[in-house]
């Protein structure tokens, strides 16, 4: 385990990365866990190159995966993270990872309507299975049959429920119910915002059941993420899989993840004032 914490410590310091913030934390993170890093395994995919005179501007993505040891229980942990560097003649001059905290998009309604989700109870029968196989197809990559966003967990997360059988209604209203519709959707098919208050809300069709600790949900739910602890909710992920201790595992996108412990502590994002709301989906 101290070679592996040694050796990743290397990398990160030639990178000039910061080795207190999210490294230290995801440390501390297993420690409590009773968790331990077994191998790190990591390469890197340019996917832009812009050149200005003397200078080169390189965007690549870091594939990193993470296989954990957890008493008798063996799982791997991958995390997909942005990064740019600036080559100066040919010598690095900056080095830094992309990080993005909100998850809004320029169609967002600055007013949030959470008064529109009233509606008669209606069952329906939810794909918990359907819904996981699907997060697990698509965790790194983008169903073509739907927008890709530059935040694009929300968008995802209503996928994988959709997935799972949850019915849509509401459109074309963007500010009533859940749906998608070619080129058009919902706030709260989108909007990790607007997600949070659908599910608390809704009567019928797709709705949440919230619930005050992450250890009651079960793969197939969700959980939204207050990075800020401001009200204002960021992130959205879905709970894949449990741990040994039988705490969630999330896969998610924007910084696309696969079996992620579901606290988000080891986030550039995390601020110790992070607040979380836990949904159980198809549940009275």
């Not at 169903?143 to 968008?155: A, H, K, L, M």
Request: glycine content about 6%; hydrophobic content about 35%.
């Amino acid at each position: 385990m101290h070679r592996v914490k040694d050796e990743w410590l290397a990398f990160l310091e030639a990178k000039n990365e910061r080795t207190d913030n999210w490294w230290s934390r995801k440390l501390a993170l297993l420690d409590r866990r009773d968790a331990e890093i077994i191998r790190i395994n990591g390469n890197g995919q340019i996917f832009e190159d812009l050149r200005y005179d003397d200078e080169t501007h390189v965007k690549y993505l870091l594939h990193l995966s993470f296989l954990i040891k957890q008493r008798d229980h063996y799982y791997i942990e991958e995390h997909v993270k942005p990064y740019q560097f600036w080559l100066k003649n040919g010598d690095v001059v900056g080095h830094k990872e992309v990080v993005i905290t909100r998850d809004m998009t320029e169609e967002e309604d600055p007013v949030l309507q959470e008064n529109l989700t009233r509606n008669q109870s209606k069952r329906f029968t939810y794909d918990r299975l359907a819904a996981v196989q699907y997060a697990e197809r698509w965790w790194n990559n983008y169903n073509p049959n739907f927008q890709r966003f530059s935040v694009d967990c929300t968008n995802f997360v209503s996928q994988c429920l959709y997935a799972g059988g949850a019915p849509m209604r509401g459109a074309p209203s963007r500010e009533e119910g859940w749906w998608y519709q070619g080129k058009k959707w919902s706030f709260s098919w989108s909007v990790a915002h607007s997600l949070r208050w659908y599910l608390s809300g809704s009567t019928q069709g797709l709705r949440g059941k919230e619930v005050e600790s992450a250890g009651e949900l079960e793969p197939g739910d969700v959980i939204c993420y207050d990075f800020e602890g401001d009200g204002r909710y960021d992130h959205t992920t879905f709970v894949v899989a449990k741990d040994a201790k039988g705490m969630p595992l999330v896969n998610a996108h924007t910084e696309n993840s696969r079996h992620r412990y579901w606290s988000y502590e080891d986030s550039t994002a995390w601020t110790p004032d992070m607040k979380y709301k836990f949904f159980q989906i198809g549940k009275e």
